[in-house]
């Protein structure tokens, strides 16, 4: 028997000046440094939350 797993979904994706963090339908968070994300890390803050919007649809 095949067990279907449930793929978690996005509830809300924030970007602040140095974290890149994204809640889950399953209630965990996960939080990545925007080091990680030069070309993100960089950008103005207009065009960050603009990509969280983005992302989050």
Known sequence: MVELLE???AQKVVVTD???TV???DGR???VPLVCY???LHSTPI?????AIYWWK
């Open 7 to 9: 793929i978690p979904q």
């Open 18 to 20: 140095d974290t890149l």
């Open 23 to 25: 809640d889950l339908s």
């Open 29 to 31: 968070s996960i939080s």
């Open 38 to 40: 030069p070309r993100l």
């Open 47 to 51: 065009n960050r939350q603009l990509l």
